[in-house]
């Protein structure tokens, strides 16, 4: 529930701010559109008309203008008494001049079938204004389609043609399947035939390889016919040909069958294909050389009567550019069937065209007719809207109104669409500028594929209807001193002043009140010549620094600057005030009005402790970061600032010397920091450092907002203990245990030794001996005396 509850409590300020702007900007452009009409009171009723479509010119000869100006908004006008009938102020308009309604299916010949809705509209602009036209696009069942077959016959493709003789039937009714309006066509290619394209040697030009067909460049073989059984007949009568290098001359090919439009047989409202068969990538543009052929390809057709291409070793081959332009001008949609090795570079080559795909070949063509129905549902699957010839001046944007309602802004496709879906196209023609020769503007609009467009005829009205009345040498104008246009005096050469009054020569000329804004500035701001009481402004040494005004005091050059750049270089200078383009602000157009760098993870401005200025937030007292993210005072702090606290003031912890720089404060060292805890806003942490000694600090806002942050010099420490004495009674203590447990054991010993004999004692005691003879012991019984012995002397 908080975060909900947070939210909606945010978004009200900020619903409240998008009000707020929304109204101001709206009063603003308001603002603005007025401005645009009057400042500098335009001379000329055209010129009027190009300030913006809200501009409106009085050509009432008797309107005062005094300080108001003949061209306005229609309203001031009115208030400043210019009658109705005089206000110019042409409105653009949009007829519908052709608008026959979508057919639901083809016919024989296509030229009644419309698939485009309206198909043409006329406009009249206003310079800066746009008018919205809506087109409708349905693609017909059965709507015509030409196929022509384009076939690589070098040697390689000899299994592949086999092959196509047999499928060939099957094409045809895969294609009468889909359309009952098919025609199909073929051709084939090889390459040049010089050198090094192919085998010059006698008798290799005539037969290139066992059994083949002399070489040749590009035959049409099969003009377009509904008589499809002629495809399956010529097919069987193509024989391959051979020639040296891998790449082939298919580009010739292509471009012959394109702008061949009536050898070939195109017809003007038929989907038209290209199936480009080949198994080898191509040569283009500038490979001529190799062979001596140095002439540009001129995109012209050069089919002689029996369909072979004659300029076929004097033109080099086309380029990409070329083919792309010659089969998007007629609506020609290639399909690339080519072989697995290729395929990439050909699906590189498609998408440069627009409607182009690149389909991968079995290598013997077994998979051809799929392939190309394929293809054709492909590209019939979507529309997508060209326009090949906008002129200058005109801006086009579109709005795809695709199925099931979906409206894409600035689309100008749909995609997934069945035969006999319809959709439909929002087109806004801008008229952004008027042509320098004036008139009528026109260019076309249309699907990709399709041979209908929609004509787009725009008048446009840069001038006004009462030029046409303008008389020349007017009496009004000082007896015929001057063109009456619109209401106003345009002077012949010479002459100046509101009614041409002032002669160049005379005293009235050099009068220079009038050239003054007050007796206090200087004649034309020192940036022009007076004459007849008008300023002409001088040229200035920079070409693109500009002078006008009545007093010349507006100038293009000495706005406000932002990176050494006037405006910005995001706008304009216009009189001294930037107009800056749409997305900044500011008086230097220094300000992005851009929020998304204020929006912050959660989606509120500046986590809802901040507004957005200037493309940053503004945080509140306690808030910083760049999205009022941080806040380095508030409670609960003490962990996040621990780490730089301790660095900074004990050099310990884990915060590394390069990141302490990075700390977002500078810790002072005080001798108690306890002194400064009943302020409220100030908080106390404590913590243990990594001597084990408590450190304490604290942290709050100084003056400046920034963040103090005191650490008390001393640390906690727990008092010292000494060791040794420790280690010392340790082992005292070891040793004295020891020495009672040896002298515990020996008096034990003792005991149980004494025991021990007065147990021997006792029983020692209790025997009585009796004294007898050994049982074993034997008398002597012979005895004998030593002779030697001497006896006792
Ligand atoms: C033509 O279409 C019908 C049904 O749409 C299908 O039954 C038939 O097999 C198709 N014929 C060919 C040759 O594809
Ligand atoms: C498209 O144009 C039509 C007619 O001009 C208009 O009624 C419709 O609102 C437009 N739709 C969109 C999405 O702009
Ligand atoms: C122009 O004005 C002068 C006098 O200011 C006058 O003599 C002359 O007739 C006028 N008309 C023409 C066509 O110059
Ligand atoms: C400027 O004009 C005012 C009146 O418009 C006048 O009182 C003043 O004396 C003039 N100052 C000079 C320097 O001419
Ligand atoms: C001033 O205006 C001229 C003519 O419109 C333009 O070419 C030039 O770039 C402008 N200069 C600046 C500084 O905007
Ligand atoms: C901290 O002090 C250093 C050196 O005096 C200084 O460069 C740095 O900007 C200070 N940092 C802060 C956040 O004030």
């Given at each position: 529930?908080?975060?909900?509850?947070?939210?909606?409590?945010?978004?009200?300020?900020?619903?409240?701010?998008?009000?707020?702007?929304?109204?101001?900007?709206?009063?603003?452009?308001?603002?603005?559109?007025?401005?645009?009409?009057?400042?500098?009171?335009?001379?000329?009723?055209?010129?009027?008309?190009?300030?913006?479509?809200?501009?409106?010119?009085?050509?009432?000869?008797?309107?005062?203008?005094?300080?108001?100006?003949?061209?306005?908004?229609?309203?001031?006008?009115?208030?400043?008494?210019?009658?109705?009938?005089?206000?110019?102020?042409?409105?653009?308009?949009?007829?519908?001049?052709?608008?026959?309604?979508?057919?639901?299916?083809?016919?024989?010949?296509?030229?009644?079938?419309?698939?485009?809705?309206?198909?043409?509209?006329?406009?009249?602009?206003?310079?800066?204004?746009?008018?919205?036209?809506?087109?409708?696009?349905?693609?017909?069942?059965?709507?015509?389609?030409?196929?022509?077959?384009?076939?690589?016959?070098?040697?390689?493709?000899?299994?592949?043609?086999?092959?196509?003789?047999?499928?060939?039937?099957?094409?045809?009714?895969?294609?009468?399947?889909?359309?009952?309006?098919?025609?199909?066509?073929?051709?084939?290619?090889?390459?040049?035939?010089?050198?090094?394209?192919?085998?010059?040697?006698?008798?290799?030009?005539?037969?290139?390889?066992?059994?083949?067909?002399?070489?040749?460049?590009?035959?049409?073989?099969?003009?377009?016919?509904?008589?499809?059984?002629?495809?399956?007949?010529?097919?069987?009568?193509?024989?391959?040909?051979?020639?040296?290098?891998?790449?082939?001359?298919?580009?010739?090919?292509?471009?012959?069958?394109?702008?061949?439009?009536?050898?070939?047989?195109?017809?003007?409202?038929?989907?038209?294909?290209?199936?480009?068969?080949?198994?080898?990538?191509?040569?283009?543009?500038?490979?001529?050389?190799?062979?001596?052929?140095?002439?540009?390809?001129?995109?012209?057709?050069?089919?002689?009567?029996?369909?072979?291409?004659?300029?076929?070793?004097?033109?080099?081959?086309?380029?990409?550019?070329?083919?792309?332009?010659?089969?998007?001008?007629?609506?020609?949609?290639?399909?690339?069937?080519?072989?697995?090795?290729?395929?990439?570079?050909?699906?590189?080559?498609?998408?440069?065209?627009?409607?182009?795909?690149?389909?991968t070949l079995a290598e013997d063509s077994s998979n051809v007719v799929f392939l190309v129905e394929d293809a054709y549902k492909k590209l019939r699957s979507e529309v997508r809207m060209q326009a090949p010839n906008v002129p200058e001046g005109i801006e086009l944007q579109f709005t795809a109104l695709c199925l099931d309602n979906q409206v894409i802004e600035g689309a100008a496709e749909c995609k997934n669409l069945a035969v006999g879906d319809t959709?439909?196209?929002?087109?806004?023609?801008?008229?952004?500028?008027?042509?320098?020769?004036?008139?009528?503007?026109?260019?076309?609009?249309?699907?990709?594929?399709?041979?209908?467009?929609?004509?787009?005829?725009?008048?446009?009205?840069?001038?006004?209807?009462?030029?046409?009345?303008?008389?020349?040498?007017?009496?009004?104008?000082?007896?015929?001193?001057?063109?009456?246009?619109?209401?106003?005096?345009?002077?012949?050469?010479?002459?100046?002043?509101?009614?041409?009054?002032?002669?160049?020569?005379?005293?009235?000329?050099?009068?220079?009140?009038?050239?003054?804004?007050?007796?206090?500035?200087?004649?034309?701001?020192?940036?022009?010549?007076?004459?007849?009481?008008?300023?002409?402004?001088?040229a200035r040494q920079d070409p693109r620094e500009k002078v006008w005004g009545k007093f010349c005091e507006c100038d293009n050059f000495s706005c406000l600057r932002h990176d050494r750049l006037i405006c910005g270089g995001r706008g304009t200078c216009d009189c001294g005030q930037c107009v800056c383009e749409s997305g900044w602000t500011g008086e230097a157009c220094e300000c992005s009005a851009r929020t998304d760098a204020c929006i912050s993870e959660?989606?509120?401005?500046?986590?809802?402790?901040?507004?957005?200025?200037?493309?940053?937030?503004?945080?509140?007292?306690?808030?910083?970061?760049?999205?009022?993210?941080?806040?380095?005072?508030?409670?609960?702090?003490?962990?996040?600032?621990?780490?730089?606290?301790?660095?900074?003031?004990?050099?310990?912890?884990?915060?590394?010397?390069?990141?302490?720089?990075?700390?977002?404060?500078?810790?002072?060292?005080?001798?108690?920091?306890?002194?400064?805890?009943?302020?409220?806003?100030?908080?106390?942490?404590?913590?243990?450092?990594?001597?084990?000694?408590?450190?304490?600090?604290?942290?709050?806002?100084?003056?400046?907002?920034?963040?103090?942050?005191?650490?008390?010099?001393?640390?906690?420490?727990?008092?010292?203990?000494?060791?040794?004495?420790?280690?010392?009674?340790?082992?005292?203590?070891?040793?004295?245990?020891?020495?009672?447990?040896?002298?515990?054991?020996?008096?034990?010993?003792?005991?149980?030794?004494?025991?021990?004999?007065?147990?021997?004692?006792?029983?020692?005691?209790?025997?009585?001996?009796?004294?007898?003879?050994?049982?074993?012991?034997?008398?002597?019984?012979?005895?004998?005396?030593?002779?030697?012995?001497?006896?006792?002397?």
């Open positions: 529930m908080g975060p909900r509850q947070r939210n909606s409590y945010v978004r009200l300020p900020s619903a409240v701010l998008c009000l707020t702007v929304l109204v101001t900007l709206c009063l603003g452009t308001l603002a603005e559109g007025d401005d645009v009409c009057s400042k500098n009171s335009p001379a000329s009723c055209a010129e009027c008309l190009r300030r913006g479509p809200q501009c409106a010119w009085c050509a009432e000869e008797s309107y005062v203008e005094g300080s108001a100006s003949r061209c306005d908004v229609i309203s001031r006008l009115q208030e400043n008494g210019c009658a109705a009938s005089q206000i110019q102020n042409p409105a653009s308009a949009t007829v519908i001049s052709q608008g026959r309604p979508l057919s639901s299916t083809g016919s024989q010949t296509g030229s009644d079938v419309t698939q485009v809705s309206p198909q043409e509209v006329r406009l009249s602009l206003r310079p800066g204004d746009s008018a919205q036209v809506q087109m409708q696009v349905r693609q017909v069942k059965d709507y015509p389609v030409d196929l022509y077959y384009l076939m690589d016959l070098s040697k390689s493709m000899d299994n592949d043609l086999q092959n196509l003789k047999t499928l060939g039937v099957n094409l045809i009714n895969k294609m009468r399947n889909i359309t009952s309006n098919f025609r199909v066509g073929f051709g084939s290619f090889v390459d040049k035939t010089v050198a090094p394209y192919v085998n010059l040697a006698p008798g290799k030009l005539n037969e290139p390889c066992g059994g083949c067909a002399p070489v040749f460049g590009f035959r049409n073989v099969l003009s377009l016919t509904d008589q499809a059984e002629e495809f399956s007949v010529q097919l069987g009568q193509q024989q391959v040909s051979g020639n040296l290098d891998q790449p082939e001359g298919g580009f010739d090919a292509l471009m012959q069958t394109a702008v061949c439009n009536e050898k070939i047989g195109w017809r003007e409202k038929a989907t038209k294909l290209i199936v480009f068969a080949s198994d080898a990538p191509f040569h283009s543009a500038g490979d001529g050389k190799l062979g001596g052929i140095l002439t540009p390809n001129d995109a012209k057709c050069h089919l002689d009567s029996s369909g072979t291409y004659t300029e076929l070793n004097n033109l080099d081959y086309p380029s990409v550019g070329q083919l792309i332009a010659v089969l998007e001008e007629r609506n020609i949609q290639p399909i690339f069937a080519v072989t697995g090795e290729q395929i990439d570079i050909y699906r590189g080559l498609a998408n440069m065209f627009s409607g182009a795909i690149a389909e959709v439909a196209f929002n087109i806004t023609v801008k008229l952004a500028e008027c042509p320098q020769d004036g008139g009528e503007l026109q260019f076309s609009l249309n699907p990709v594929g399709f041979g209908d467009e929609m004509k787009i005829k725009v008048t446009t009205m840069c001038s006004c209807d009462c030029s046409v009345d303008a008389v020349p040498d007017s009496d009004q104008c000082s007896a015929g001193n001057g063109t009456l246009e619109c209401g106003v005096c345009v002077c012949n050469t010479g002459r100046y002043g509101q009614t041409c009054e002032c002669n160049a020569d005379s005293v009235e000329a050099v009068d220079e009140t009038k050239c003054r804004m007050d007796n206090a500035t200087a004649v034309c701001s020192s940036r022009g010549d007076c004459l007849c009481g008008q300023c002409t402004c001088s959660n989606g509120e401005v500046c986590n809802g402790h901040g507004t957005c200025e200037c493309g940053k937030c503004k945080c509140e007292d306690n808030f910083a970061g760049p999205t009022c993210e941080e806040c380095p005072t508030c409670p609960g702090k003490c962990e996040g600032n621990k780490g730089c606290v301790q660095c900074q003031a004990f050099q310990s912890g884990d915060v590394t010397d390069v990141d302490c720089l990075q700390c977002p404060f500078n810790v002072t060292m005080v001798d108690s920091v306890d002194v400064v805890v009943d302020d409220p806003e100030t908080q106390l942490c404590r913590f243990r450092d990594d001597d084990d000694c408590l450190f304490t600090f604290s942290y709050g806002k100084g003056d400046d907002n920034s963040l103090v942050v005191n650490v008390q010099r001393t640390k906690e420490c727990p008092p010292e203990v000494n060791i040794l004495p420790i280690i010392l009674g340790i082992v005292a203590g070891i040793v004295l245990i020891g020495l009672a447990i040896l002298i515990i054991w020996r008096v034990l010993l003792y005991l149980y030794d004494r025991n021990e004999y007065q147990k021997f004692e006792r029983e020692q005691q209790k025997t009585k001996f009796s004294s007898d003879i050994n049982p074993l012991y034997r008398e002597t019984t012979t005895k004998f005396l030593n002779p030697t012995y001497g006896g006792n002397k």
